[in-house]
């Protein structure tokens, strides 16, 4: 890994005079944050019965005390391994829809009780008892209920997993209409190292806000960071896909453009901000910063692709959801969002 913290692109202009992006261009100014969207709205977090679900609960719990965000839980019953005709599951999602949640009371009052154990108080969040595919029915739940952010477990994905389609996580974060927050077993609480994927669109630079937004409070002890990274997509004949904040960069310079950046993210001066340039591929080098600095959130814009693409140039987002080792927030575009 090439790094050089204060390296500008070999395509950015010389910054001669200070400049700065226009709004047109930097595409931030009235956007609502993460943090914005959860103090006046709603949070989903996906449980399970197993240990998996302790980290999603307290990141879940740790973002409801800082914002009073409205949090509500879904467990989804599996039935898509089922031996049963194509018509099937759908027709047992379509029935758990019109018979309601009175016939899982106990199952939820059961979760209820998980996670007041896990939290060491009382838990009072609803609990929604689905039947399904459990990606499609978090999305159909989460979108259903205008959720802000879903926040889920996350592990390690190896091939046999893949051929199974056992990416639940992967799966929402491609198609979620709000951010989704994946969560490592490891992680309990909000993160305090995040590194950020920077290309200068509006999918990264939302990314930035976001992993600001869920930073553990520096006032709470150890030390807060945050670390913006840009590789340069020109090196190593790889980069972010669509490349959506090169023209911002040549006029203005890398330097600048973070610069300004650091300025409009305005965290709190006791968080230690820096940002870096890299030259290679986006996924590997944020996994291998991720790795040195023991960073325990990536956050990153999301592409959308269609299948064949993401065959043909891969993604970004799946490369560092499937690694597995380090806790990920996934920004998805703003055409896509509810």
Same mark, same amino acid.
């Given at each position: ?71 509500? &839980? #879904?467990?989804?019953? $599996?039935?898509?391994? @089922? ?6 599951? *759908?027709?047992?999602? /379509? +029935? ?97 190292? &995040? #590194?950020?994927?920077? $290309?200068?669109?509006? @999918? ?6 976001? *992993?600001?937004?869920? /930073? +553990? ?122």
């Amino acid at each position: 890994m090439v790094l050089d913290s204060r390296r500008s692109s070999p395509h950015a202009t010389p910054d001669v005079t200070p400049q700065v992006a226009t709004p047109a261009e930097w595409q931030i100014a009235g956007d609502t944050s993460l943090g914005d969207t959860l103090r006046t709205g709603r949070l989903l977090v996906a449980v399970t019965d197993g240990p998996e679900t302790a980290g999603p609960v307290t990141v879940a719990h740790a973002l409801e005390r800082r914002y009073a965000a409205a949090v509500s &839980a #879904i467990e989804v019953i $599996d039935i898509s391994n @089922a031996a049963l005709p194509g018509p099937l599951p *759908a027709a047992f999602t /379509l +029935a758990r829809d019109l018979i309601g949640d009175a016939p899982y009371a106990n199952d939820a009052r059961a979760r209820r009780q998980q996670l007041s154990q896990l939290l060491g108080e009382p838990n009072d969040w609803p609990v929604h008892i689905a039947l399904g595919t459990p990606a499609t029915e978090i999305l159909r739940h989460g979108q259903a209920q205008g959720v802000g952010l879903i926040v889920m477990g996350l592990r390690r994905h190896g091939l046999v997993d893949r051929v199974f389609r056992d990416e639940t996580t992967l799966s929402v974060a491609r198609r979620a209409h709000a951010p989704v927050f994946g969560v490592v077993p490891g992680l309990r609480g909000l993160p305090r190292n &995040a #590194i950020v994927g920077v $290309d200068f669109g509006p @999918a990264s630079i939302r990314a930035a806000r976001a *992993a600001r937004d869920v /930073l +553990a409070s520096p006032a709470s002890g150890a030390p807060v960071s945050l670390l913006l990274v840009y590789v340069n997509p020109y090196a190593g004949g790889a980069g972010w896909e669509e490349n959506a904040g090169e023209a911002l960069i040549r006029r203005l310079g890398v330097a600048a453009a973070f610069e300004q950046l650091v300025r409009e993210l305005d965290v709190p001066k006791e968080v230690m901000v820096d940002w870096a340039v890299v030259n290679g591929q986006a996924g590997t080098e944020l996994l291998a910063f991720a790795t040195e600095r023991g960073a325990d959130l990536i956050a990153v814009g999301s592409q959308r692709h269609e299948r064949v693409e993401r065959w043909i140039v891969g993604s970004v987002t799946t490369e560092i959801v499937r690694d597995g080792r380090c806790s990920v927030l996934v920004i998805p575009p703003a055409d896509v969002r509810g």
